[in-house]
């Protein structure tokens, strides 16, 4: 029986390997620019998923090109473009990326006389806050640039130098091995110019050919020769050359001819090539053929011999020469063969000089940006260049350092409330205006601990309450020009509306004539108003203890709510108290696509998790809204509790998990972390798979998770799951529907392949990405494994199952300490789970059935679970009886 369900399993692998999507796909994305309408398409051709500007820029004017264009045979994001008429500076925002990894960016122009005036522009596009390169789109124009993520998101701008409006066709990122262009880095990056050459080719080469989606363009040179055989790639990682490519060559018509190759450079740059030959006949006993490559007269490489069917990278560095470059391959006195080319890459090293400014910076006044939605040239990156600097900003900008926000004004800005959080992140900043808006309550506590503040203007507000003692001491010394006038209701006890001119408070008499009985009514009228204000501040500090006891009180409620409210007053945390609770944002805990997680403790001591949302994704606020609402409309042991929110500011107070996340057991980062056992590792899945059935039946509509990776995966003290960040999630607009159409989101690795190829999320997205999570128990490695490949990990896994060594597999953490059989059976759910097709996959009640027989295996281990209860038994660790590998 179990030599069958072993045949069983290699059939599916088998058929899961032929049919399984590159993994570099999942860091794919691709944007046909000025695409009308919210629904992207599948390119007939590359059976690539391209999607329509959102949410990747909300800037710009789609646009057709003129009626008479040719548009035959070419790509269809050729028949419209995004236009920007508005703006000097216009960005597109890519991500979610992962930080650190190596992708090709690619932008397309196609002027087709969109706009009638029959002049194509010139202009400057940028990646982040360096220039790329100018473009001079004639009518059509082509940059290509592989670099290296510096953060989670990158950016692509456009900027008008006046010479026309710029506009794009297309605009796509690919993820990278790491291996690949050795010569990119965090310093460099390669600029391509020109498209890449296949010498012998008929029609262009990309994906999926080229599985790097790279567009290899036919040159006819000399004599086309080409195989049937397979040609082996240059040896090593860095140069995976396409097989279609690599089967084609040209060679010189004559042995003392040669060939000649000219390539257009850029001026005052280097300019490099990558040349890559091999040899596709078969020579005889007196047959050689051997050559050298000179640019001009100089010798760049050489002698040179081909290998036959086994592809060499010549890579040349740049000639004196600036530009206007010609190589030429000559034959030796030795060779009695022409020389032979395959391809070629030429390109640009390019230094980047600029740093863009500091991250959590960006964060900061991304939320003011969102916040109060500033109609002003915040686009792009808000200190760098500095000929683009955010108005209202200036910054201290260093070569070799992030740059620092040192001046912030907002005034005259129409802006109310109280004042925002998002400052006190701005811990560089030397003079904050925020003179002649509508501020009410407080001065928040935080300015105080703005140690480089110099000057601070509140002048002509609505603000309220006594200036710190702090502020009023500095503002007295000298250190802080402090401006506070025409706020009524500032000041109520100490008169420092002049404080800014170093005036001690004037002290205005009381007239000794008023009546005993007078002063006695004014001293109980104080009281009963001071009285009123501690009840208040008690009421208020206690939102949180009610809000927890009407959690109680509902139970695990299986519905979810119709209501549009966010949430209940009951429920409501005020600035001032986030900072209160958060101890002034002293403890970050963590940080997430959407924000920093700050610990902190309620007044009764109870701690809890602060979300303080980021708004540089462009979506905090939507995804703050939809995890606060559909928090508070479900309810179940294994989703996280939110006890309140802030609505100032966008911040989520959750239930404080003591043991993190499970991607914080699984990475190996930390001593301080628990090493799994495989029973532990298994209840974890149980009880995430139960959390993620609840949300696909247990709710009415269900909701989809959309973000399914072990970072959202948080354990109290006792290893209990609680499944976290629903930023990302989905519901379906009724019960009997069977798929929400929506812009492709979530996490690389982690990502439904037939979701992001159809845009149609379903349940089974979850599926796919809980699978990923299966794989990462078992072999403690993440869904990208960090070797020369950067292989998947499906791919990983399958690799090595053909060799049929399950210790070659497991985390090595465990040391062996697992029972096989139930490692195989979680093996064979992770990949059915993990099926390129979503009707292959099992639901997540089925994955709940199937992780419990996995426990029920006949093994002492670690932490037995009651199935029954679903309760934990805790056994003291020195009585806990050791698993023995058994044999399959």
Not at 109 to 122: E, H, I, K
Not at 373 to 395: A, H, I, Q, S
Not at 511 to 530: E, K, N, P
Request: with cysteine; proline share 6%; hydrophobic share 35%.
């Amino acid at each position: 029986m179990a030599a069958m369900s072993l045949f069983g399993l290699l059939l599916g692998l088998l058929a899961v390997a032929a049919s399984a999507q590159n993994p570099s796909m999942t860091g794919f994305i691709s944007i046909d620019c000025g695409l009308d309408g919210e629904s992207g398409y599948t390119d007939k051709v590359t059976q690539i998923l391209y999607l329509p500007d959102e949410p990747y820029t909300s800037a710009g004017v789609n646009q057709r090109v003129h009626l008479g264009t040719n548009l035959t045979s070419i790509m269809s994001y050729y028949a419209n473009v995004r236009s920007f008429p508005d703006g000097v500076r216009n960005c597109y925002t890519l991500g979610p990326l992962v930080r650190g990894a190596k992708y090709r960016v690619k932008a397309e122009f196609l002027y087709g006389n969109y706009d009638g005036l029959g002049r194509p522009p010139t202009f400057d596009l940028y990646l982040g806050v360096n220039l790329w390169e100018t473009v001079e789109t004639g009518n059509y124009s082509r940059a290509e640039i592989i670099a290296v993520a510096a953060a989670e998101i990158m950016q692509v701008c456009l900027v008008n130098t006046g010479k026309g409006t710029p506009f794009i066709s297309e605009l796509d990122l690919r993820l990278l091995p790491d291996s690949m262009y050795t010569l990119v880095n965090s310093s460099h990056s390669i600029v391509f110019i020109g498209s890449r050459i296949n010498y012998g080719g008929e029609t262009q080469i990309m994906y999926p050919d080229d599985p790097y989606d790279r567009l290899w363009q036919p040159v006819e040179l000399g004599n086309r020769i080409r195989t049937v055989a397979r040609v082996n790639p240059p040896v090593g990682d860095e140069f995976p050359v396409p097989q279609a490519v690599l089967k084609t060559a040209a060679t010189a018509t004559s042995l003392s001819e040669g060939l000649s190759i000219t390539i257009v450079g850029r001026p005052n740059v280097a300019n490099y090539l990558f040349i890559y030959s091999a040899e596709l006949q078969p020579l005889g006993d007196n047959e050689t053929r051997e050559f050298s490559i000179y640019a001009g007269d100089n010798l760049l490489h050489g002698p040179f011999r081909p290998s036959f069917l086994q592809a060499q990278a010549v890579y040349l560095p740049p000639p004196s020469q600036p530009q206007g470059l010609t190589y030429y391959l000559r034959a030796t006195a030795n060779s009695t063969l022409p020389p032979i080319i395959n391809a070629l890459e030429a390109f640009t090293l390019q230094h980047l000089t600029l740093m863009p400014t500091d991250e959590g910076e960006v964060e900061a006044i991304s939320n003011l940006q969102d916040l109060y939605r500033v109609e002003r040239n915040w686009v792009g990156d808000p200190c760098v260049p500095k000929n683009f600097t955010w108005e209202g900003l200036e910054c201290s900008v260093n070569a070799s350092n992030p740059s620092r926000i040192t001046s912030l004004n907002l005034s005259h800005s129409g802006l109310g409330g109280r004042v925002p959080l998002s400052i006190a992140n701005l811990t560089y900043v030397e003079s904050l205006d925020l003179s002649y808006n509508n501020f009410t309550g407080e001065i928040p506590a935080y300015i105080e601990n703005l140690s480089a503040l110099k000057i601070l203007n509140l002048e002509s507000n609505n603000l309220s309450g006594n200036i710190s003692k702090t502020l009023y001491k500095r503002s007295q010394d000298g250190s802080l020009l402090l401006r506070i006038n025409n706020n009524p209701i500032l000041c109520s006890t100490v008169d420092l509306c002049n404080a800014t001119k170093k005036k001690k408070p004037i002290i205005i008499p009381i007239a000794v004539t008023v009546s005993a009985s007078f002063l006695v009514l004014l001293l109980v009228v104080s009281i009963v108003c001071i009285q009123k204000r501690r009840v208040g501040r008690t009421q208020k500090n206690t939102q949180a203890e009610l809000y927890m006891e009407q959690q109680a009180a509902d139970g695990n409620r299986q519905s979810v709510g119709k209501g549009k409210r966010l949430l209940s007053e009951s429920g409501q945390f005020s600035v001032s108290d986030v900072v209160r609770i958060t101890n002034n944002f002293e403890r970050p805990i963590g940080r997430g696509g959407f924000g920093t997680v700050y610990h902190g403790r309620l007044k009764d001591e109870t701690q809890v998790a602060v979300k303080v949302v980021s708004k540089s994704s462009s979506q905090g606020a939507k995804e703050f809204r939809a995890e606060a609402q559909l928090l508070r409309r479900v309810h179940h042991k294994h989703l996280v509790s939110l006890l309140g929110y802030c609505n100032d500011n966008l911040a989520l107070v959750y239930e404080f998990m003591p043991q993190g996340s499970l991607a914080d057991h699984l990475s190996g980062d930390s001593a301080n972390k628990t090493t799994l056992s495989w029973r532990l590792r298994l209840r974890i899945a149980l009880e995430a798979a139960q959390g993620l059935d609840y949300l696909h039946y247990g709710c009415k509509p269900p909701i989809v998770h959309r973000d399914v990776k072990p970072s959202n995966i948080l354990l109290n003290e006792n290893f209990e799951v609680k499944l976290a960040d629903f930023g990302l999630s989905r519901s379906f607009t009724d019960e009997e529907a069977t798929h929400i159409s929506t812009v492709v989101a979530g996490s690389p690795g982690y990502l439904d392949p037939e979701y992001y190829k159809t845009t149609r999320l379903t349940e089974k997205s979850d599926v796919y990405s809980f699978g990923i999570v299966l794989l990462e128990l078992v072999t403690g490695k993440p869904p990208i494994v960090n070797d020369s490949k950067r292989t998947h990990i499906t791919q990983h896994v399958q690799s090595r199952l053909e060799r049929g060594d399950i210790a070659d597999i497991t985390d090595q953490r465990m040391q062996g300490d697992y029972d096989v059989n139930s490692i195989w059976k979680v093996i064979e759910i992770a990949l059915s789970c993990t099926s390129p097709n979503s009707s292959e996959r099992p639901t997540m009640s089925t994955v709940v059935v199937q992780l419990k027989d996995c426990l029920t295996v006949k093994s002492s281990g670690d932490f037995p679970i009651d199935i029954a209860t679903d309760t934990l038994a805790i056994i003291p660790p020195h009585s806990m009886a050791r698993i023995s590998p058994s044999a399959r």
